[in-house]
């Protein structure tokens, strides 16, 4: 092997080096970003099992008969979070946007169907959902920028 192709070789080896480190690097920042994106995630699932649980209780509590058009709102409703949960696996900032409006959406309808009362019922849950939905809304893009940027 002459020494041009030595001198080759090293440098390729070099080069193979950095792009693996730099891989590794890439590989740890998106493991940063996922944790809080994971919150997120079992955020949107939680408030797709609230929102069931309160339909039911509420529909219970007034003698309300389940018909199949209450169910299908319900199901419509619960899914749209589930989905949404799904959805973060692939865009996560899409996702925790949609779901943060969305629940805020679901919120205002709810105390424009049921009176200001409504705004009162749960807070501290509702609170803490948006504030776990928020605070995810930069891992996310982070995450997705660092996905596209790879």
Known sequence: ????????????????????????????????????????????FVTAGLLLLGEILTASMSGIEWTPLMIGIVVIEVGIFIALGFWTKTKPYSAIITGLVLFILYWIAGIAINGFEAAYKGIFVKIIIIVYLA????????????????
Do not use: C, F
């Not at 930069?138 to 596209?148: C, M, Q």
């Open 1 to 44: 092997m002459s020494e041009n192709q030595s001198a080759q070789h090293q440098e390729e080896k070099k080069e193979d080096v950095i792009s693996e480190y730099y891989d590794g690097v890439k590989k740890l920042e998106l493991q940063g970003y996922e944790t809080g994106i994971k919150k997120a995630r079992t955020a949107l």
């Open 135 to 150: 605070q995810a809304i930069k891992p996310a893009k982070a995450w997705e920028d660092t996905k596209r940027n790879r």
